[in-house]
């Protein structure tokens, strides 16, 4: 059985510097469709960590085949979906998709749909999602990063009844993207302090 769920991920505001991103909602997000196979519940990984490599067993389904994206056969990284010659973004290809989209002004929720079987994957499948509606040149890595973890946390935090998700499993996921986050910016050699305030806010617009 196939769960298949509109998520709501309405605009979240930047709490970023604003040379972040050159295109910051250059269009509104709606929803996202998410399929999974059943049962509904539990969404399985919901205590594990994050893993902040690219996630086992998501990938984000094409409607259509986009020439200008890097493109793979979705059956290879998701399973009890009914996938068969249904073609997907290829897992190293988000920065592609979120400039390929943006520079042919292509709603995302237009082009694909996102495949995520546990609760790691859907949390960078909506990661993911942000990045897609919101452009930037990806020269401020660690604040373009904060900012999409906020955002896919909200997003998460809007979702409790359809994703299942209670208060604990949400405060492990925000404190696992605030401990990932904290990383990124000590990695650029930049103050982490504004880290965990600025996910807490974001994660509750």
Do not use: K
Request: include cysteine.
């Amino acid at each position: 059985m196939t769960v298949r769920t509109f998520l709501e991920t309405p605009p979240v505001p930047c709490m970023v510097p604003a040379t972040v991103f050159d295109a910051y909602g250059w269009c509104a997000s709606d929803v996202l469709e998410w399929r999974r196979p059943g049962p509904t519940l539990p969404l399985e990984g919901a205590g594990a960590p994050l893993d902040g490599s690219n996630p086992a067993r998501m990938i984000f389904v094409l409607r259509a085949p986009l020439p200008f994206l890097p493109m793979e056969l979705a059956s290879l990284h998701a399973f009890g979906l009914g996938l068969n010659d249904e073609m997907a973004l290829a897992p190293y290809g988000i920065d592609d998709a979120t400039d390929g989209l943006y520079d042919r002004r292509l709603h995302p929720t237009d082009a694909m749909w996102l495949a995520a079987d546990n609760l790691n994957a859907l949390v960078w499948g909506l990661h993911d999602w942000a990045h897609f509606h919101n452009h930037g040149p990806f020269e401020a890595r660690a604040w373009t990063e904060l900012q999409c973890d906020g955002t896919a946390l909200a997003w998460l935090r809007r979702n409790g009844a359809a994703t299942g998700l209670g208060e604990a499993d949400l405060a492990h996921v925000e404190a696992e993207l605030t401990r990932l986050s904290r990383g990124r910016f000590e990695a650029e050699g930049l103050d982490a302090g504004p880290v965990a305030e600025t996910l807490a806010a974001l994660g509750r617009a």
